[in-house]
Every structure is written in structure tokens, then in C-alpha cells.
Nanobody
Framework: QVHVVESGGGLVQPGGSLTLSCVAS????????VNWYRQTPGQQREWVAT???????HYADSVKGRFTCSRNNAAKTAYLQMNSLQSEDTAVYLC???????????WGQGTQVTVSS
């Protein structure tokens, strides 16, 4: 059974920073892209960012320039560095690990990020 676990969420003031981690129990983790999503109550899940197997990254316009993806394949971990956080960034952040060639797709349970003064 594959486990995907996010951590690093918490309460932060506007303008602050947090770094989220996503650990996946996948032997072939380097072959998987890692997608970050966020969700607020009553809203659709929103794609935030992706880091591909070749370490290229893509970001939603709402976070571009403020969020940065990275990955440590040896540790089977991906990171989402979030800077200049705003109240609109408040959400549960979820990690999705996907291998498109095999249609594998795994989700974590999410970690809460709250931006408030």
C-alpha cells in the first residue's frame, strides 16, 4: 500500500512563509510527478503547482513568484516553499503523486495552512 503524507502546515501571519513536505512510500519515486492542490470548504479543489520528474515546475498564476517546488528523490520527498502568504492562501494543501505512463495516482490526506493575523 502506498502512503503519501503531507506535513508543515500551520498558522502564519500575512507575509509569512511556510514549507510543506510530501513524503511518498514509492520505491520509484523519481518516476513520479508531484502535484500540489489546495481546497477550501465549499470550493473545488484548485491546482497549485507541479514538479515533474525532470524537476521542471509549473505554477498557478495565483501563486507564481511566491511558491517554489522542489524534490529530494533520495528522501522520496517533495517540498512546496510558500512565501508572501496571503489570507487567500488559507486552505488544506494536498499532495498528489502521479505517474502518467502507468496511470498511477496517489493522494495524501492534506495539511492545513491558515494565514491570519
Amino acid at each position: 500500500q502506498v502512503h503519501v503524507v503531507e506535513s508543515g502546515g500551520g498558522l502564519v501571519q500575512p507575509g509569512g512563509s511556510l514549507t510543506l513536505s510530501c513524503v511518498a512510500s514509492l520505491d520509484r519515486f523519481p518516476l513520479y510527478a508531484v502535484n500540489w492542490y489546495r481546497q477550501t470548504p465549499g470550493q473545488q479543489r484548485e491546482w497549485v503547482a507541479t514538479i515533474n520528474t525532470n524537476r521542471t515546475s509549473h505554477y498557478a498564476d495565483s501563486v507564481k513568484g511566491r511558491f517554489t517546488c522542489s524534490r529530494n528523490n533520495a528522501a522520496k520527498t517533495a517540498y512546496l516553499q510558500m512565501n508572501s502568504l496571503q489570507s487567500e492562501d488559507t486552505a488544506v494543501y494536498l499532495c498528489n503523486v502521479a505517474r502518467y505512463t502507468t496511470m498511477e495516482n496517489f493522494w495524501g490526506q492534506g495539511t492545513q495552512v491558515t494565514v491570519s493575523s
